[in-house]
């Protein structure tokens, strides 16, 4: 296994070749070159070995790297700048580097700088620091050698498409997953990169239609967000392959993207620990596909469960916690995670037992279920709710559907068992790496149950009700909802508004359908919104306006029978 432009002499090929791509802009291994060497005249001055490294550029986190390991120097890739993540670093590295606010240096020029001597780092040499996302607990730090970064973009090469003009990408470069097939891959096999991010389906349509054949490398979470209502058209010629990783997409998911792109959709498994092993294509059989190893490891299961990934160079290996079944050619089928066991007041619990019995409910669409330590140790459940659940929830309420769930739990668990939180959310709050940590799952328990917006202002009738809200920012329901903005959601308007109704206009009959729902702009946290409600009781229909001064936020109707 060879790949083109190994990582131990990537200054050794033609300066004008395009690394990075950044809007019209081109960037070439000359200016690459002169980026890494002003890295090296910042860095060299200073002492210690390993470094965070942040740079949402991923051209200029390329630069840092190079520069990094010229000096035999270890790149600490972290997945983020927040305080809580520098916080746990600060005790790990000698310095910061890039876009962290407590930079041990500002970014420098390209300019002055003496001419650098560029040489082969050692091929022991710890070259990368990953951590793992934390969805089994505390992130660890994993090494990695240039040496066994070299073997597994080589393994890769069984998967490579040469005709690929830039390489986009809604997953960043600050994880394995991502600095491979979004970095040192493409860098390798002289396939440019863009220097952006693209994490909207809009913003990936703008910039795709800018050039030619391109490569997408994206995750579950981002493919989700794709739907036939997008102006997939305008790109879908020029795709010519899609990479999928952080969990496996189901075989309707898979295919839906295939045929938004008119492309086949490679899935990659593999974790922090080992990287990339395996891959699979949904759109090559008729049933979910098995996965087929890459060609740098052997795989066995093991006795206690779990799957021993073994390297074929090197020696080293890891056992991962998925249970897995071989066919008689050696592909195979992920059959689920080894089961978390926990103590719930000297009781056992499977987590996984307990999501998937709450999963198994028709309102349910996904769930998580996890173990919180606070004054008491307790079950509690994250959920996103399938069509019907909505309903149930504009209907019922939050109160009502809780106990309908505890109930139809009640069969199979122990009363000290079932789960005395609750969270109901649009969407699972993945990280940027389309992981869902526990730390992002706890969090949705750490804010106080608030349910209901502040109404400053009333004006009701038989027929008519006016209410001034205030939408408070510590809304239970902004939780798990977009990272960059918090957002209202619809089925949270439509609850307000049939229980509001139901409390002050006098409607009979029970919930039958929606009529005219129409989302026309954001209602965002601390707003204040005006919502109009009024009621035809010879319809038994139920209308509803939320407005502002911005306009119409939201409105429809709510028919009873």
Not at 207 to 213: I, P, Q, T, V
Not at 350 to 356: G, H, I, P, R, V
Not at 431 to 451: E, H, I, R, S
Request: net charge negative.
């Amino acid at each position: 296994m060879t790949i083109p432009y190994s990582l131990f002499s990537w200054w050794q090929d033609n300066d004008d070749v395009v690394i990075a791509i950044d809007g019209d802009r081109k960037r070439d291994r000359a200016e690459l070159k002169r980026r890494v060497t002003a890295w090296i005249a910042s860095i060299k001055e200073h002492e210690g070995q390993y470094w965070a490294v942040y740079h949402s550029d991923a051209f200029e986190c390329l630069a840092i790297m190079l520069a990094l390991w010229q000096l035999e120097r270890t790149v600490c890739l972290s997945a983020d700048k927040l305080p809580a993540t520098v916080a746990r670093l600060q005790h790990h590295v000698d310095g910061f580097v890039g876009e962290f606010e407590q930079n041990t240096f500002a970014q420098p020029s390209d300019e002055h700088h003496e001419v650098w001597q560029w040489q082969k780092a050692s091929t022991d040499l710890i070259a990368l620091q990953v951590f793992t996302s934390g969805s089994q607990g505390q992130p660890k730090c994993i090494d990695k050698s240039l040496q066994a970064l070299d073997r597994e973009i080589a393994a890769l090469d069984c998967l490579s498409c040469e005709d690929v003009e830039v390489v986009l990408a809604t997953v960043t470069h600050q994880h394995m997953y991502g600095v491979i097939f979004r970095l040192l891959r493409p860098f390798c096999y002289q396939q440019a990169f863009s220097a952006k991010l693209h994490e909207y389906p809009e913003e990936l349509i703008r910039s795709a239609s800018l050039y030619g054949r391109f490569c997408l490398i994206s995750s579950p979470a981002h493919l989700a967000r794709m739907n036939a209502e997008q102006d997939w058209n305008l790109v879908k010629n020029n795709c010519v392959e899609v990479y999928s990783s952080a969990a496996p997409l189901t075989r309707t998911e898979s295919m839906n993207v295939s045929a938004y792109l008119d492309v086949r959709v490679k899935e990659i498994y593999g974790s922090t620990e080992t990287g990339a092993i395996a891959w699979r294509c949904q759109q090559d059989t008729e049933h979910d596909a098995l996965w087929h190893k890459l060609s740098h490891v052997q795989l066995k299961t093991v006795e206690t469960g779990g799957l021993e990934v073994r390297f074929v160079q090197g020696g080293n290996s890891y056992v991962l916690a998925d249970h897995i079944e071989f066919d008689p050619q050696g592909d195979f089928a992920l059959l689920g995670r080894h089961d978390p066991i926990v103590k719930v007041e000297g009781k056992r619990l499977s987590l996984t037992e307990l999501a998937n019995a709450v999963i198994e409910h028709p309102w349910i669409a996904e769930a998580r279920a996890i173990l919180l330590s606070r004054k008491r140790t307790e079950t509690a459940v994250v959920a996103v709710l399938s069509e019907s659940g909505q309903q149930q929830l504009i209907t019922q309420g939050r109160k009502a559907l809780i106990k309908s769930m505890k109930h139809s739990l009640a069969d199979q668990f122990e009363p000290v068992l079932l789960p005395r939180r609750w969270r109901f959310i649009e969407a699972m709050p993945v990280n940027t790496q389309g992981k869902l940590t526990m730390n992002a799952l706890t969090a949705l328990f750490d804010k106080p149950d608030t349910v209901w917006p502040i109404i400053e202002a009333e004006t009701v009738s038989e027929q008519a009700a006016d209410f001034s809200c205030r939408i408070p920012e510590e809304l239970l329901y902004f939780d798990g909802h977009f990272q960059q903005q918090a957002i209202l959601p619809g089925v949270v308007q439509l609850h307000w508004a049939a229980k509001l109704g139901q409390k002050y206009l006098n409607i009979s009959g029970h919930f039958h359908r929606l009529e005219a729902i129409k989302f026309q702009q954001l209602i965002l946290p601390g707003s204040v919104v005006s919502l109009s409600l009024s009621y035809d009781h010879s319809k038994q229909k139920l209308s509803f306006s939320f407005s502002s001064e911005k306009g119409v936020h939201s409105s429809g109707k709510v028919c009873y029978a």
